[in-house]
């Protein structure tokens, strides 16, 4: 399953807002009715990081800021107010098809 | 709290081997998936293999073969044990349940 993310770079100004989009080439809906789509932050030089999953369940400790949404093949990240400890790159990954697979990240930036 | 605490990893030569080990607390693994995931220097993440509550194993294609993932219940700890390394299998070796990923462990694979 490919998992195509868009933008691959996003320069922010801090308060303003951020979106990202990750299109899967399969659906990620499993026949429980969950979808397994999960975004993740890395940080420099630390471990990935989970901010949402199941598409739109923030995990705990996750800023309200952050939003997930989407259905099917198409999902998508909401930052509402970028702040500077939000830099990073950000992935989507799902896990209902073998192997399981990462868009190749976005990199967000402050201006 | 979760933790998973990595170690193994090194530098070997081609064709060498490692055993990577993920010591888990907060959680039991034979309770849920574990999985590994790589990043090579300055790339994306890349789904290697994971391990299912029933002891079920899933490779990804590229080490198929030369890596195998076990856990040892006794020690609540998850194993991937890497053989016949190539240069391209250079990276950081991260452990991960999903909500939780390891600290990564450098795998360097040179002549």
């Known amino acids: 399953t490919v998992m195509t993310q868009t933008p691959l770079s996003l320069s922010v100004t801090p308060g303003q807002p951020a979106s990202i989009s990750c299109k899967s080439s399969?659906?990620?809906?499993?026949?429980?009715?969950?979808?397994?789509l999960y975004w993740y932050l890395q940080k420099t030089g630390q471990s990935p990081q989970l901010l949402i999953y199941e598409v739109s369940s923030r995990f705990s400790g996750v800023p309200d800021r952050f939003s997930g949404g989407g259905s099917g093949t198409d999902f998508t990240l909401k930052i509402s107010r970028v702040e500077a400890e939000d830099v990073g790159v950000y992935y989507c990954m799902q896990t209902i098809h073998v192997p399981w697979t990462f868009g190749q990240g976005t990199r967000v930036e402050i201006k | 709290e979760v933790q998973l605490v990595q170690s193994g990893g090194g530098l070997t030569q081609p064709g060498g081997s490692l055993r990577l080990s993920c010591a888990a607390s907060g959680f039991i693994v034979s309770s849920t998936y574990v999985s590994w995931v790589r990043q090579a220097p300055g790339k994306g993440l890349e789904w290697v293999s994971a391990i299912d509550s029933g002891g079920t194993t899933y490779y990804a294609d590229s080490v198929k073969g030369r890596f195998t993932i076990s856990r040892d219940n006794s020690k609540n700890t998850v194993y991937l044990q890497i053989n016949s390394l190539r240069v391209d299998d250079t990276a950081v070796y991260y452990c991960l349940r999903l909500t939780r990923w390891g600290q990564g462990i450098l795998v360097t694979v040179s002549s």
């Open positions: 399969q659906s990620l809906m499993h026949s429980n009715g969950k979808t397994y």
